[in-house]
Structure formats: C-alpha cells, structure tokens
C-alpha cells in the first residue's frame, strides 16, 4: 500500500512539475528568429523581449493554465488532507475531481494555443517543448485524477 500512494503522489509531483515548466518557461513556439511563449515574445535579432499578445486567446491560455496548476496544487493538498481524515474504505473524489479538472484545463489550454497561434505566430516557427510538457502533462493529470477516484483508503 506504501508504494502504491509514494507511486501516485510521484506521478502527481510529475505532472505538478510539468505544467509549471509549461506555464513559465518560454518556449511554446521557436523559430530561427527567436521563441515565444504565453507571456513573452524574445527575438535573436534585436536581442529583445516583448510582452505577448493582448488577444483575449492568449489570455484564455494564460487563465486555463494558471487554473490547472492552481487546480493541481490544491488537489495534491486536499490528498493529503483526506489521507489523514477520510474514513477507511473512503474514496477519494474530491482530490481527483480537482486533478481532473485540472487535466482538462491544460488540455483547454493547449487547444486554444494551438488553433489560434497560426494569427499570431510566423509560419516558419514551430511548436517548442514548453508546448510539448503542456500536451504530456494532460495525460499524466488525467490518469492520475482518475487513480485518485478508483483509489480506497485502507488501515
């Protein structure tokens, strides 16, 4: 049973750390002329960065992003809360309701940028890992949401 909750809260640490390296780092797109992100536009050229779009698109990926790390952290405490006081043969819904929901934020996240940055973005630059960890980290949130719903609490 120890391994089984050090191996879910490991899977959940990693898609924590993932959808903060997605958000903050900037790298969602990259290009020979510089790399972009949700916050910043950086160019080679000029040396210089600027502040990104102020489409409401990029806000929206801004806000689901923020949401679904928002959503993550506060599952990952409410696992531990209920770790400690739900009753034995409880399961826990509410940790994967939030992680759930913090999966499909990313995901939310994730579509938007990808349909509406051909606008914003040249057609030469393409997609950066900032982008990719985004994409993993849906998968990684999702299916430790829903080990957190099938998941009893045993003595």
């Not at 490991?10 to 924590?16: M, N, T, W």
């Not at 990259?30 to 916050?39: F, M």
Request: with cysteine; glycine share 10%.
């Amino acid at each position: 049973m120890l391994l089984l909750l050090l191996g879910i809260i490991f899977l959940h640490i990693v898609a924590l750390v993932l959808l903060f390296v997605s958000t903050i780092v900037s790298v969602w797109t990259t290009g020979g002329s510089g790399t972009s992100d949700l916050w910043y536009n950086c160019t080679t050229l000029n040396g210089g960065c600027s502040p990104a779009s102020t489409g409401e698109w990029i806000q929206a990926v801004q806000a689901v992003m923020i949401l679904s790390i928002i959503f993550s952290c506060l599952s990952l405490f409410l696992f531990f809360c209920q770790l400690f006081t739900l009753q034995k043969g409880g399961r826990f819904f509410l940790t994967g309701t939030f992680q759930i929901l913090a999966s499909l934020f990313v995901m939310s996240g994730a579509i938007i940028y990808t349909v509406m940055s051909p606008e914003w973005v040249p057609g030469t630059d393409s997609f950066g890992y900032s982008y990719i960890l985004a994409w993993v980290a849906f998968p990684l949130a999702l299916i430790s949401g829903l080990i957190y719903v099938i998941l009893r609490k045993r003595e």
